[in-house]
């Protein structure tokens, strides 16, 4: 069987602290296996200077992305009992705390990002695993403008990465046991 998301998580045996939790969730959006599942070749890795010359609705679209893919593993966490539940804004005090994050995720102050990774969150807890995918693409569709389509290969990527992500709760959980 292979682990979720092309990586196993790394075991643990108690609930994580925040730091820690905030720790693996960021190094599990950052790493290429997410961003495989949604149809790219690997994460898009683009410095200033190139996204002067990217197209506006390219880069809203890519950070709506990793919102989503940060938010949904979060919540992985947290079904999975790893992250406690009451400290869930403690950890996205932590990623809207960070000068380089909140930013990267497209939020314009430290309290959108609060605000709105913790409304994410929420909506992928609340929503039952099956209907990720279709979390997944309306929340990321929401950055794009009037008219533009999501490309065909993140509609269908997004089925399995949502499968990924329960089969990620399912591992995590039995860790956690």
Known sequence: MRPALGRRPRPVSTAMDAREAAGRCLEWMLCDEPW??????????????AQLFRPRARIEFENGLKREILASITAVYVLSRHIDPDEVSEVVALYAAH??????????????????????????????????????????????????????????GASRLSTRLATAVRQLTRMAA
């Open 36 to 49: 495989k599942e949604l149809g790219f070749a690997r994460r898009p890795r683009h410095g200033v200077l």
């Open 99 to 156: 000068p380089l994050i909140f930013p990267m995720l497209g939020f314009a102050s430290q309290k959108a990002a609060r605000k709105g990774m913790q409304g994410a969150i929420d909506d992928y807890m609340e929503t039952p695993e099956g209907q990720w995918a279709a979390l997944i693409l309306g929340r990321s569709a929401q950055g794009l403008p009037a008219g533009h389509r999501l490309p065909g290969r993140v509609g269908a």
